[in-house]
């Protein structure tokens, strides 16, 4: 794996790379769920940082967009994880998924083992060029799509409805329905928040946005 951090728990790491359709009792769930909040920090703090005149909205766009499934996937992608990850099956929409719940969890392994100073300087390293490479602050499409809805629609907003999850357990499906301006859009994700996501990206091209 490309990463500038050298294991030295090996059961850490293999634990990080398990992925809960192999195995599901033993796998990278709780690293995830302490790495996604290390991630969040240290990416909030490097924008404070980097951009000292941007106002907090501004901010939280850029934030969400460097948090986001999308990107955590392209950094694995680039630091060759998927090579070294132990998973099911990896089907369409499920792949980011799974290779960014990897990624958080290897963060949450760093910090478990070597601090948050050094997990920090790790996500900086990495995440400090994705960051320049945004000149504006990127809207994700549900705050798109809501912004146009309000401008072409007498102030109304989008409605999502939620459906019953499919699947199994450890491994959900969700499915949202959004409707707007007389058009109604299906999205399906990993989570309720994939799936609104998905469900806005799609009605915007319906809307030819």
Not at 57 to 76: K, Y
Request: zero cysteines; aromatic letters at 6%.
């Amino acid at each position: 794996m490309k990463l500038n951090y050298d294991f030295k728990n090996s059961e850490l790491l293999n634990l990080a790379m398990t992925q809960s359709g192999i195995d599901s009792k033993h796998n990278n769930e709780r690293l995830e769920f302490i790495g996604d909040r290390v991630l969040g920090l240290s990416v909030a703090a490097m924008l404070y940082e980097m951009y000292p005149n941007e106002p907090e909205g501004n901010l939280a766009r850029r934030h969400a967009f460097l948090v986001s499934t999308d990107t955590l996937a392209i950094v694995a992608k680039k630091i060759e994880l998927e090579q070294h990850l132990r998973h099911g099956h990896m089907t369409g929409g499920k792949i980011n998924h799974i290779l960014a719940n990897a990624m958080e969890a290897v963060l949450g392994a760093i910090f478990l083992e070597s601090g948050f100073e050094i997990a920090q300087k790790i996500i900086t390293d990495i995440w400090r060029d994705l960051a320049s490479a945004e000149i504006t602050a990127p809207k994700d499409a549900k705050t798109t799509l809501q912004e146009y809805v309000q401008k072409n629609g007498h102030g109304d907003l989008p409605i999502y409805e939620y459906k019953e999850p499919t699947g199994a357990s450890h491994n959900p499906e969700f499915t949202v329905v959004v409707s707007a301006l007389g058009k109604s859009a299906t999205g399906v994700g990993a989570s309720k928040k994939l799936a609104s996501l998905d469900a806005a990206e799609k009605l915007l091209k319906v809307l030819a946005i």
